[in-house]
């Protein structure tokens, strides 16, 4: 272990966490469900569970990467040697959510060059996304495109590559994000849509607005796939721990909340508040957004920089899901970070494909009912990230203790404020939540094969 790399600073290991967290999944995903699961109820079901159950995790997993020094697989064993298989079930995740990132990364890089090069016309019509995405050669191409930039970042290893990149990349993002959504509000008609957005409305309170947000927090934060081992494995033992999961989580919450801004105000105003816009899906960025850029002066270059920020998002997140399977392999076989790298991407292209080409050619497959990019989210995002977590709160609560965790969690000589939070979190709170969330996954995955 060596040559295992670390980040230099407290504030560059909190960036390149941060830059993992924020993602889709926070510009893409978090706007249109607050969409359409009642704006401000979602908004404030995520933000008590983020300082709750996502703080709770995000600690556990930071702090045993940290305590042991190595990525999943191995930190598991090297902490009770009957439990290294909850290593291997988290090492897994990454490796299939890569390949399916990748591609929807390939498609922000599409429209991103569409917007730069003055397409944004031809973007806003109705089958401009589904022609795209039902091709052959292009939305191949712009997958190729997306995975070359993320495996030449990781080839340049945590210090130089991944802390760099992400210390400029972020406060770009975030001056970007914040621009963006204070124009969005100066549309005409766009207050209205904010109010929807802000305001709690007890109406639209039910058990699955809670467990959409749940499920979009694990996402969110990249929690239970290794991630956070990881990077907790390559921080420095006098950065303060706790502090810095705040950092992360209210990064990761502060960019969520400005995405719905940008996005929720100006759909609203652009359909005349008609809901159904607003539940558009996942369409809502790729189909509904451009029109809004086409409808205001200066579009083009909104759109553009959008776009922009949306790639950069994306490419941090998938830094993060390369730089995991990579150090997985270079700890378990040995070999040295360019190798590893030229076999994670070669692998990476080859499972990407079918992802890719499930809109077109390959739609004839559909596992569980559905496209096999959604099959693989589904899989990964509603089965196993919920089962490793449950795992993990067992391992931490029952086996190795709460106690365990906490002690690093001081190691750093700093208070642990959130102590007692954190051991009736993970022992009790947490996993009847995860239960919850994964019996309505199976509960909608059978509802999908009666179809
Ligand atoms: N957290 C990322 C996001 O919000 C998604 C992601 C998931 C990143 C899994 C890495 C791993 O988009």
């Known amino acids: ?27 893409w995903r978090f706007p249109y469900l ?37 990525s999943a697989i191995g930190a598991f064993s090297a902490l009770d040697k009957r439990f290294g298989f909850i290593g291997i079930l988290a090492s897994i995740v990454p490796i299939i ?44 191409l712009w997958f190729c495109v997306f995975v070359g930039c993320t495996a030449l970042v990781v080839l340049f290893g945590v210090e130089k590559g991944i802390e760099k990149v992400s210390t400029i990349l972020m406060p ?12 969005s509000l100066t549309i005409d008609g766009a207050m209205e849509g904010f109010l929807y957005y802000i305001k709690p409305n007890l109406e639209d309170f039910s058990a699955t607005t809670i467990l959409a947000a749940m499920g979009q927090l694990f996402y969110s934060m990249s929690l ?20 810095s999961v705040r950092q992360i989580e209210i990064f990761d919450t502060a960019i ?11 759909v ?87 992802s890719s080409l499930g809109f077109g050619v390959l739609d004839f497959i559909q596992p569980l009912g559905m496209s096999i990019l959604d099959a693989w989210d589904f899989i990964s995002n509603s ?21 365990a965790i906490i002690d690093e969690v001081k190691q750093d000589g700093e208070k642990f404020k959130a102590a007692k939070m954190f051991t009736v979190m993970i022992k009790w709170i947490a996993p009847i939540f995860l239960i919850l969330i994964l019996l309505s996954s199976i509960a909608s995955a059978l509802g999908f094969m009666s179809i």
């Open 383 to 403: 089965v196993m990230m919920p089962i490793i977590a449950l795992f993990t709160c067992f391992f931490v609560g029952f086996i190795i203790k709460p106690q």
């Open 34 to 70: 607050a969409a359409k699961y009642g704006g401000g109820t979602f908004l404030l079901c995520y933000l008590v569970l983020a300082v709750t159950f996502g703080f709770t995790l995000m600690i556990a997993e930071i702090a045993i990467g940290r305590k042991t020094r190595l």
């Open 172 to 183: 770009i993002l975030v001056v970007l994000t914040i621009g963006i959504a204070v124009y």
């Open 1 to 27: 272990m060596k040559n295992r790399g670390n980040f230099s600073s407290r504030i560059g290991f909190v960036l390149a966490a941060a830059g993992s967290a924020v993602g889709l999944g926070n510009i």
């Open 224 to 243: 239970a796939m290794g991630i956070m081992i990881t990077y907790g494995s390559y921080m420095q033992k006098e950065n303060h721990l706790e502090g």
């Open 256 to 266: 969520a909340f400005f995405a719905g801004m940008m996005i929720i105000p100006a």
């Open 97 to 140: 959510i890569f390949p399916y990132y990748s591609v929807i990364g390939g498609w922000v890089v599409k429209y991103l060059v569409t917007f730069a090069s003055g397409g944004m016309q031809a973007a806003t019509s109705d089958t401009y996304f589904t022609g795209f995405i039902g091709g052959l050669a292009d939305p191949l």
């Open 268 to 354: 609203y105003a652009f359909s005349g508040g008609d809901k159904s816009a607003m539940s558009a899906g996942p369409g809502l960025m790729f189909i509904t957004l451009p029109k809004v850029f086409a409808s205001m002066p200066g579009g083009a270059f909104v759109g553009t920089f959008f776009f922009l920020l949306v790639f950069f998002a994306a490419l941090t997140s998938a830094i993060s899901l390369m730089e995991t399977i990579v150090s997985i392999i270079m700890d378990k076989f040995n070999l040295p970070r360019k190798k590893t790298c030229l076999i994670v991407l070669i692998m990476t292209l080859i499972l990407g494909i079918p």
